[in-house]
């Protein structure tokens, strides 16, 4: 597959991840957390307070990842045109490079079934 069709895909496969996580939803509930988190009594019950802990760690974590993604998707389809452009032999392969890393981080980012 060539690169061009390789980055459409990987746009549509993270297009497909967004959707599903809701990054907007989960800027909300990072920010509901957090205020949650700075409560002066939170730790007056531990075991709910880990659940907030935890909850919010895990969402920042898919907010980053999915920030990183994007990021990169953007990135690399700029390379991508700049390679063709000037025909440059090192950019493209670092297209290469960066499409296998959104491959691995699409993965590492899909929704898993219980």
Known sequence: MEPTEQLRDLASRF????????????VEEVEFLEHEAS???LWDDQENAQRVTSEL???RQLLTQLVQIEGL???T????T???QEDDSAAAAEVE???AKLETLLDLSRPRPC
């Open 57 to 59: 760690s895990n969402k």
């Open 77 to 80: 389809l700029v390379l991508l």
């Open 15 to 26: 297009r497909q991840v967004s959707l599903v996580l809701n990054p907007t939803q989960l």
């Open 97 to 99: 490079v960066d499409i």
């Open 39 to 41: 409560d002066q009594g």
């Open 73 to 75: 998707l953007e990135d």
């Open 82 to 84: 700049l390679a063709s």
